[in-house]
């Protein structure tokens, strides 16, 4: 979904590792590169609030809300 939003095709990493490693974008420089791996952070620190959510207050899958 993340993707979507600026109009990328990437690859989907099974380790995060990886796939924190591989989220850049190729046309810009190095400070632009780093201020897109902190909106890879976001996503995650946001992912992993849904995720608490669902297991300690029995909320639903939501991926809008994410």
Known sequence: MCDRWVNLTSINHNQIIESYQHFYLICQNAK???AWKG??????????KHKNNIIFRQEK???DEV
Do not use: A
């Open 61 to 63: 899958v939501d991926m």
């Open 39 to 48: 909106v890879w952070l976001v996503i995650g620190w946001e992912i992993w």
């Open 32 to 34: 632009q590169n780093e």
